[in-house]
């Protein structure tokens, strides 16, 4: 399977606290990337390959801001320049390996892998929730063997809870409510739903503290703000303009065609000094991811199965999804410089900054004065 | 199958984003052409946008227009429209002109984008006038992608062509060509000549400008030329002229039939024997899509993009019906 994922996106390449001064390995958008901290705190994304003889560099050490590849000891700073060699005197001209604009708003640390220029004409998306003491959070983060679509698929049409996760149900009720409305801009998709009011599931009146006895109405947003990223709010409400808020953020990067990062936080706006909530929540949404994965690892597995390709059957529950398969689409077509068509299925070739990414890694510096000599010849 | 032919939705399937922002900012640009920046009241983010997208000016319950978004992608606060007020307006752009002023509201829908700027290593921009506006964003876009780019720039004169200030920095590789200035017809042949196949053409202006580099692009690779039409931009509603009737021949299959005014398309060949795959009858989900050999449907569905139901090669067979008499299906 080839890429159905756009590069020129921001997408989360970790969390903050998993960043520091130790050397952290992660492949992402098939890129080997490695990410550490500098003395002043700042994050650096390089390439994960020595230009030398492409060991990893995540296997070298630090030496204050700067990498040692674990090899034959070249030196690298922090912006890609190689800038010693232990055997011999003078550096290979130009020698740099390929870094990635990074930009960190807690607790996620986000990367740009497209075209280099383009990063600066996009910002990745607000978290607000974060670093805002009216909301606490918690979450982990996951390695799931499927592609980044399935799992924007899952999470935009929520009726399988109903199947999968019935115990997070509100007893009572039998169906979700259609979708009130999807709400759609050239980049973004999102829906709404109501539920009609009910007594609350445990997890909620273990979460909440509110009675057992009473009903209430609980409200359903979910947002696929771009493929890098879902957010859903789930909010119970108290009355009175109160209400218990839920918000579960989920950076989803692509490491290959078939696999995906999961960076899952759930923000709340209610008893956010109280570990004892967030660790019931954070155990109830990590029960329940863990089983989203299963059920989405087996269904990649069946997709990977030899046969005839076939289309999908989708419904009306899915309209949100359709739709965000839609820009994705787009974006990826874009890239690649077609016209956006609505294809039967996922797949794309590689995008133009896949190529350039891969012609460009290791000798990009090298060959930058040749480029510039030539760049009417290149295509 | 139970889903009723011709189903009217109780409320639209999709709902494009809209919001009440605020004119912070009212600049003339050039004679006759002011540029709007406009920002949520309370500061919020506005979704975001690429290169050629548009926005929906709500003026009033029965005037809506459409401007292309002439301002930095990389700017989540505020969108900026360029405006040229229109002697033959029927309204749109005089409204504009004589009542936003800094601290109006208005109300936007969108942003969407008609008119996207693919990857290419090398473009070609042609701007007519006010069609600058969604090429200033493509400018940019190339710019910051490194690619190599060309911009010819037509307009009456200079005191009437926008954003020349901004352009000055890129002098290189632009050619700024007022009427006034030149001998006869914008020098399409100077930039258009010889068909390349690393080159894409955008082109935003007035219809007898895009008609002439329509005409000097035929000899390009095919897609190479990319328009977007000011006239397609005035919201009318569309022309009721699809048929009561009309014949759906299912190629691979060698059957034809005819459906009534009663029924979809798609219970038609069913009950014929075609294999086709439904699910929503609400043109909603894209289950029954299928590829239009012949013939022009009239879209109902909404699934389909601006571009794609222009395109006319894919119909949602559950909803959508036939503006000619015959429609040919790959099914």
Redesign the interface.
């Known amino acids: 399977m080839t890429p159905n994922y756009p590069f020129n996106c921001w997408y989360v390449a970790a969390t903050s606290d998993e960043v520091g001064q130790a050397l952290l390995a992660r492949r992402l958008l098939g890129i080997p990337v490695v990410l550490y901290r500098q003395s002043s705190g700042d994050v650096v994304a390089l390439e994960d390959r020595c230009v030398h003889r492409a060991y990893p560099l995540s296997e070298g050490r630090l030496d204050g801001d700067r990498l040692i590849c674990g090899y034959h000891g070249f030196v690298y700073e922090a912006d890609g320049r190689c800038v010693e060699v232990p055997s011999q005197e003078n550096v290979p001209h130009g020698a740099c390996v390929r870094t990635f604009s990074v930009h960190e708003e807690a607790p996620f640390v986000w990367i740009w892998l497209g ?4 990063a ?4 990745p ?2 978290t607000p929730w974060f670093g805002d003491p009216r909301w606490a959070s918690t979450g982990d983060t996951l390695s799931v063997q499927a592609n980044y679509m399935l799992l924007h698929e899952h999470y935009l049409d929520l009726t399988n809870v109903f199947v999968m996760h019935p115990e997070a149900v509100p007893p009572g009720i039998d169906v979700l409510p259609a979708l009130d ?8 998709v999102s829906y709404s739903r109501a539920l009609p009011p009910a007594r609350l599931a445990d997890w909620e009146a273990e979460a909440t503290g509110l009675s057992r006895e009473t009903e209430f109405a609980r409200r359903e947003h979910g947002t696929f703000v ?1 493929p890098a990223l879902h957010v859903q709010s789930y909010a119970i409400d108290a009355g009175g303009g109160h209400s218990y808020e839920h918000v579960r953020v989920q950076g989803f990067t692509p490491e290959s065609p078939t696999a995906t990062h999961v960076f899952l936080r759930i923000a709340r706006n209610y008893a956010t000094d109280r570990s004892v909530v967030a660790d019931h929540l954070r155990g109830m949404f990590h029960a329940m991811a863990t089983r989203d994965v299963e059920v989405l690892e087996t269904v990649q597995r069946r997709l990977a199965e030899a046969g005839e390709p076939r ?6 529950a ?2 949100a999804a ?2 965000a398969r ?1 820009v994705a689409e ?1 974006m990826v ?10 294809g ?1 299925t996922l797949i794309a070739s590689p ?3 896949a190529r350039t990414a891969n012609a460009q890694s290791q000798l990009e510096c090298v060959v930058r004065r040749a480029a510039r000599r030539g ?2 010849n ?2 | 199958m139970t889903g009723a032919p011709n189903t009217t939705l109780e409320r639209p399937a999709y709902r494009e984003l809209e919001a009440d922002l605020e004119v912070v900012r009212r600049e003339q640009a050039a004679d006759g052409v002011v540029v709007l920046t406009l920002a949520d009241p309370h500061g919020a983010e506005l979704p975001e946008w690429t290169p050629g997208a548009h926005i929906d000016l709500l003026l009033s319950d029965a005037l809506t227009r459409q401007y292309s978004l002439c301002g930095s992608t990389s700017d989540r606060s505020e969108w900026q429209v360029g405006v040229l007020l229109d002697p033959d307006s029927r309204g749109g752009s005089k409204l504009v002109h004589e009542q936003l002023r800094e601290g109006s509201s208005v109300r936007v829908r969108g942003p969407r984008n008609h008119f996207p700027l693919a990857g290419s290593p090398r473009y070609q921009f042609i701007a007519g006038g006010i069609g600058i506006t969604p090429l200033l964003t493509m400018i940019e876009g190339a710019e910051a992608r490194g690619a190599d780019w060309h911009l010819l720039y037509g307009g009456r004169e200079r005191g009437s062509m926008a954003f020349l200030d901004k352009l000055e920095r890129f002098s290189e590789r632009v050619t700024v060509s007022p009427r006034d200035e030149r001998q006869g017809r914008l020098e399409l042949e100077s930039v258009l000549a010889e068909p390349r196949d690393d080159t894409l053409v955008y082109c935003c202006g007035p219809e007898g400008l895009l008609g002439a580099v329509e005409e000097a692009c035929r000899p390009w690779p095919t897609d190479s030329l990319r328009i977007e039409r000011f006239s397609a931009k005035d919201l009318e509603p569309p022309p009721a002229d699809a048929l009561q009737t009309f014949e759906v021949e299912c190629q691979r299959s060698g059957v034809t039939v005819t459906v009534p005014a009663d029924r979809s398309i798609y219970e038609v060949v069913e009950e014929a024997g075609i294999d086709v795959l439904g699910s929503c009858m609400e043109g909603v989900c894209g289950t029954c899509e299928c590829d239009v050999l012949e013939g022009d449907p009239e879209h109902r569905d909404s699934v389909l993009s601006e571009a794609e139901r222009t395109r006319g090669d894919m119909i949602m067979i559950c909803v959508s019906r036939s503006r000619s008499e015959r429609l040919v299906l790959d099914i």
Request: aromatic content about 0%; charged content about 45%; hydrophobic content about 30%.
């Open positions: 075209d280099p220029g383009a600066a004409l996009r910002r998306p607000r409305e999807v709400e759609v801009s050239e980049m973004s771009s289309r999908d059957i989708n419904v009306k899915d309209r359709v739709r839609r787009a077509a874009e890239e690649k410089g077609s016209a956006a068509r609505h039967r995008s133009r900054a760049r009417g290149r295509r």
